[in-house]
T-cell receptor
Framework: QKEVEQDPGPLSVPEGAIVSLNCTYS??????FMWYRQYSRKGPELLMY????GNKEDGRFTAQVDKSSKYISLFIRDSQPSDSATYLC??????????????FGKGTKLSVIP | SAVISQKPSRDICQRGTSLTIQCQVD?????MFWYRQQPGQSLTLIAT?????????ESGFVIDKFPISRPNLTFSTLTVSNMSPEDSSIYLC??????????FGPGTRLTVT
């Protein structure tokens, strides 16, 4: 079993839809949970991070973490064509010497159709 | 967040040659990381590069194949040595300012023929 599982999609939705992106994980040592957005031919861009179970909201984006179920989600409300990108979940655990190591999901490719 | 640039942005190289990728940050950072992103795969950490110490390589990656330099707190290089077509990938550097957050450069798209 991989440490982080993410449905690669692709996912295609109409403009204005609510999008739900999900990841599951198996490593209880993960402490921080992040979502990155990656546009084509660009580097990943940190979208949101959280470290506790519950919801964190930022504009149209909501990150949800359920540590008991080892499950994280990203919700996008009122999706826009500009949201079309690959979304990667990432989780970090302390790896020693003051460093945290990130483990990524494979990414979900989202297309928002006008 | 830091602004990160990488050079070259893309390159096509012949089998058996080497390519050095540069990563420049606009502020001093303690930790820099090098990743590989292959199509359909997760980002895979190659090594962690801290200034003033040897790079720490992840399982499956060795210094002879991917030598790394970190001469100061704003710059690092990754060399892909003796390349084969299997090395075709996107190579990304990232930096960390609060340990658990990492910020990525735009990537170097490498094709080996």
């Amino acid at each position: 079993q991989k440490e982080v599982e993410q449905d690669p999609g692709p996912l295609s939705v109409p403009e204005g839809a609510i999008v739900s992106l999900n990841c599951t994980y198996s490593n209880s040592a993960f402490q921080y949970f992040m979502w990155y957005r990656q546009y084509s031919r660009k580097g990943p861009e940190l979208l949101m991070y959280t470290y506790s179970s519950g919801n964190k909201e930022d504009g149209r984006f909501t990150a949800q973490v359920d540590k008991s179920s080892k499950y994280i989600s990203l919700f996008i409300r009122d999706s826009q064509p500009s949201d079309s990108a690959t979304y990667l979940c990432a989780m970090s655990a302390y790896s020693g010497a003051g460093s945290y190591q990130l483990t990524f999901g494979k990414g979900t490719k989202l297309s928002v159709i006008p | 967040s830091a602004v990160i640039s990488q050079k070259p942005s893309r390159d096509i190289c012949q089998r058996g040659t080497s390519l050095t990728i540069q990563c420049q940050v606009d502020s001093q950072v303690t930790m820099m990381f090098w990743y590989r992103q292959q199509p359909g795969q997760s980002l895979t950490l190659i090594a962690t590069a801290n200034q003033g110490s040897e790079a720490t390589y992840e399982s499956g990656f060795v210094i002879d194949k991917f030598p790394i330099s970190r001469p100061n707190l704003t710059f690092s290089t990754l060399t892909v040595s003796n390349m084969s077509p299997e090395d075709s990938s996107i190579y990304l550097c990232s930096v960390s300012d609060r340990n658990y957050e990492q910020y990525f450069g735009p990537g170097t798209r490498l094709t080996v023929t």
